[in-house]
């Protein structure tokens, strides 16, 4: 029998993250070959689920519950489509070191057992609980997996042990609590897990953002007056997924006097002369996400529009050279200014304008970076975090404003910046 089929026999190798750093991090093709070593995905699997498993004894838990398809997939490396994400119906427990069990929806359950040889068949199992609370919490389902659950904790021997859950619906905290278990904080257990990432998720990261590269070409050649924000949302949309994108989780379009105050979303708004306007994209390949702004202009732009690109460029430059091992999150976040110095009347209003987060399986991890937070609750940056660096500046005129956001590696002596297409000065799309 393989490896692969037994998940409960790791060594303390599968905890090595297997760095290689080089003159620059390579962004591998998208299929498997021969020729070249690429992603591999069982060691992928086996530092995931060790890494959990040493968050876990790190922690005064015995046991993780996790409902968060995030981190059933870091655990169990299972994903059943995007539609599941906010449904609440698959739910995983890994008890110690046991392998992970996995209660999935339908016949994905009978799926994993033919095709996830890293799992138990065993282990993988039909159960449904609530679905956001369409299914009632009379109907006794949650009952039913609760006793389940709580069965399997006390014959792995951590009955006496808190429970880690890292969310669920109200219904089942108290289902839980019913069959006897102390029920902890497990999102925190699990997030400390995904902080440092091996690289094969640092390939990852950096394949998706080389599809973003390319979409940013693309926007800044269909960049015109006539075109909608709605028109580059789509546009993207297909070119994402056309290059092997398993998500485009959300595009932001911003252009003209929507630009400042920063809305988070898109319209139907057409595009003009001299427009500012910036750029989100947030998808995911294999799971790994992006986030990466860009601004442009369009045909032209005015001094102020200039003179706030160059402001939120420097800002992001100062934060960018501060990244290296060792360095603390409040030292990051000391040389973006303060909420007041760019028209905000405190940090809770800016919150997520000078601002870093932490990426992966998801689009939020560690460290979150912030004055909101980082001044009085800051943590140590590491070699292997992987995090996106965002800056915002309005412009003179009231209504322009600037957005940049790059991605960076943390290597062992600084970072590495792997949001590729050219920001260092404003982009004209279409100059006239």
């Known amino acids: 029998m393989s490896r692969a089929l037994m998940p409960n026999l790791l060594t303390p190798k599968d905890l090595e993250p297997n760095w290689e750093w080089r003159d620059r991090l390579p962004?591998?093709?998208?299929?498997?070959?021969?020729?070249?070593?690429?992603?591999?995905?069982?060691?992928?699997?086996?530092?995931?689920?060790?890494?959990?498993?040493?968050?876990?004894?790190?922690?005064?838990?015995?046991?993780?519950?996790?409902?968060?398809?995030?981190?059933?997939?870091?655990?169990?490396?299972?994903?059943?489509?995007?539609?599941?994400?906010?449904?609440?119906?698959?739910?995983?427990?890994?008890?110690?070191?046991?392998?992970?069990?996995?209660?999935?929806?339908?016949?994905?359950?009978?799926?994993?057992?033919?095709?996830?040889?890293?799992?138990?068949?065993?282990?993988?199992?039909?159960?449904?609980?609530?679905?956001?609370?369409?299914?009632?919490?009379?109907?006794?389902?949650?009952?039913?997996?609760?006793?389940?659950?709580?069965?399997?904790?006390?014959?792995?021997?951590?009955?006496?042990?808190?429970?880690?859950?890292?969310?669920?619906?109200?219904?089942?905290?108290?289902?839980?609590?019913?069959?006897?278990?102390?029920?902890?904080?497990?999102?925190?257990?699990?997030?400390?897990?995904?902080?440092?990432?091996?690289?094969?998720?640092?390939?990852?990261?950096?394949?998706?953002?080389?599809?973003?590269?390319?979409?940013?070409?693309?926007?800044?050649?269909?960049?015109?007056?006539?075109?909608?924000?709605?028109?580059?949302?789509?546009?993207?949309?297909?070119?994402?997924?056309?290059?092997?994108?398993?998500?485009?989780?959300?595009?932001?379009?911003?252009?003209?006097?929507?630009?400042?105050?920063?809305p988070h979303n898109f319209t139907d708004r057409l595009i003009r002369p001299g427009d500012q306007a910036f750029f989100d994209i947030l998808q995911s390949y294999q799971g790994y996400r992006t986030c990466y702004y860009r601004t442009f202009n369009v045909g032209r732009a005015t001094p102020a529009q200039n003179d706030a690109y160059v402001k939120a460029r420097e800002w992001i430059d100062a934060s960018i050279a501060m990244i290296k091992p060792g360095v603390s999150t409040d030292k990051v976040a000391a040389v973006w200014p303060k909420a007041e110095e760019f028209g905000f009347p405190d940090e809770d209003s800016a919150f997520g304008l000078q601002f870093g987060h932490g990426l992966g399986l998801a689009l939020h991890e560690r460290p979150i970076i912030s004055r909101a937070v980082s001044m009085e609750h800051p943590m140590e940056i590491q070699t292997g975090m992987v995090f996106a660096l965002e800056t915002y500046c309005p412009a003179a005129d009231g209504y322009s404003a600037a957005r940049i956001e790059e991605e960076v590696v943390v290597t062992e002596t600084g970072c590495e910046v792997i949001s590729l297409f050219p920001a260092e000065d404003l982009p004209i799309a279409n100059r006239y």
């Open 27 to 262: 962004a591998w093709g998208h299929t498997s070959v021969d020729f070249e070593r690429r992603i591999d995905h069982d060691r992928l699997r086996r530092y995931r689920l060790a890494r959990t498993r040493q968050a876990l004894q790190n922690s005064h838990a015995g046991t993780l519950l996790l409902f968060d398809v995030n981190n059933i997939r870091y655990v169990s490396a299972t994903k059943i489509g995007e539609w599941e994400r906010d449904k609440m119906c698959r739910f995983c427990l890994l008890t110690g070191d046991d392998s992970p069990y996995v209660w999935d929806f339908g016949s994905a359950a009978m799926h994993h057992k033919r095709y996830s040889d890293w799992l138990e068949p065993d282990h993988c199992l039909a159960g449904v609980v609530g679905m956001r609370g369409t299914i009632p919490p009379e109907f006794g389902l949650m009952k039913k997996y609760a006793k389940q659950i709580a069965g399997l904790i006390r014959d792995a021997g951590m009955g006496d042990m808190p429970v880690g859950v890292d969310y669920a619906e109200t219904a089942m905290f108290h289902a839980l609590k019913e069959e006897g278990l102390n029920i902890v904080d497990g999102q925190q257990i699990m997030l400390a897990a995904r902080e440092i990432k091996n690289w094969d998720e640092i390939q990852l990261l950096t394949q998706a953002a080389a599809m973003v590269d390319g979409v940013y070409h693309m926007i800044y050649e269909e960049l015109k007056p006539g075109v909608r924000e709605s028109d580059i949302v789509a546009l993207s949309n297909k070119m994402l997924y056309e290059m092997g994108s398993d998500d485009v989780e959300a595009i932001n379009a911003i252009s003209g006097e929507r630009c400042n105050p920063h």
